[in-house]
């Protein structure tokens, strides 16, 4: 099982850079031992976009957030709004006490729900090169909050 949960959409050009640089920077991280991100596990038994593939999807995302000590979130916005199964596993995970790293390179306002559970927050995807996930320091939002 992972040590990190990645949380972040990947369903445009942009959004799949964003999570590749976001899993780039979690493998050169010394304090990184595993990390889990959806994008890399969306093979299944079953045919993609059915029914049955999304039972086995969820109950393995489920199992790996359960498995997760941290969860590193994307938390940019498409079309004013966070991605509604990013924005579901945040909230799993904050019912779950899990401490929620943030990168967000985008300036738009972020809604309170999500600022509010965040124990760290950058603008710069290359600090998670360095950040300390042993120590796991706190850092506040700073933006706009909806």
């Not at 359960?66 to 709004?81: G, L």
């Not at 809604?111 to 706190?138: A, Q």
Request: proline share 5%; glycine share 2%; charged share 25%.
């Amino acid at each position: 099982m992972s040590q990190i949960y990645v949380a972040s959409p990947f369903f445009s050009p942009e959004q799949v850079d964003r999570v590749k640089r976001v899993e780039a920077a979690l493998e050169a991280n010394p304090t990184v031992k595993d990390f889990y991100s959806p994008r890399l596990h969306q093979d299944a038994a079953n045919e993609q976009f059915t029914k049955p593939w999304a039972t086995e999807i969820f109950h393995r995302d489920m199992d790996q957030i359960a498995a997760a000590e941290v969860i590193v979130t994307v938390i940019d916005f498409e079309a004013k709004n966070l991605d509604s199964g990013t924005a579901y596993e945040l909230g799993v995970a904050t019912m779950s006490n899990k401490p929620i790293i943030a990168i967000q390179e985008k300036d738009e306002a972020v809604n309170l729900m999500i600022t509010e559970s965040m124990h760290w927050y950058t603008k710069n995807v290359d600090d998670l090169k360095s950040y300390d996930f042993t120590t796991r320091p706190t850092g506040e939002f700073v933006g706009q909050i909806l």
